[in-house]
């Protein structure tokens, strides 16, 4: 148990015991006054204010220790609050110790050289072999070449399609008139002639 813990408690054992005596003066002045003996209850009266002059002290005395227990509960917690600080910048200054700028540079170097080496890796596993290998690229690019071309000329001797003629509405049981201003070819003339031989 703290040590002002155990004075407190004996304070205030001592201001009960105090209060008791100033309790029982005040009972015996009544009694001398009953007595009609104005002197001795006087004299009781005046040991009951000491007593209460020494209550007011120990109330005091607390009070002093109270304040002190709140001041050490305080301090106690800023040195713990230093202690902490005090064990992390340590911990730090071992993992800055354990972990120095040349070790990071070197350890990135090795990561960097790894990465290197696994592209190369990458870069063999993805070269083709065997009859592939053989294949030259600038044919392989010439030959698409001329298939593109071929494709090309292709389009371009396709006929251009027309677009489809929209049918002429005729009314039933009339034909329609030939436009007065079209005049008969001579290929028209003699499939005239022709069917007009065969129908005699």
Known sequence: MDLDLLNLEMLEKKEKVLQKKASAEV?????FTKAKNKRAAIQCLKRKRLYEQQIEQLGNFQLRIHDQMILLEGAKATTETVDALRSGAAAMKAMQKATNIDDVDKTMDEINEQTENMKMIQEALATPIGAAAD??????????????GAELEEQLLQPATTAPVA?????????????ASHKPT?????????????AL
Do not use: I, N, S, Y
């Not at 294949?135 to 593109?148: G, K, M, V």
């Open 27 to 31: 009972e015996k002045a009544k009694d």
């Open 186 to 198: 001579a290929e028209e003339d003699e499939l005239a002639a022709l069917q007009a031989e065969m």
């Open 167 to 179: 049918p002429v509405h005729v009314p039933t049981g009339r034909v329609p008139a030939r436009p």
């Open 135 to 148: 294949f030259d690229e600038d044919e392989l690019e010439a030959e698409l070449e001329e298939l593109e």
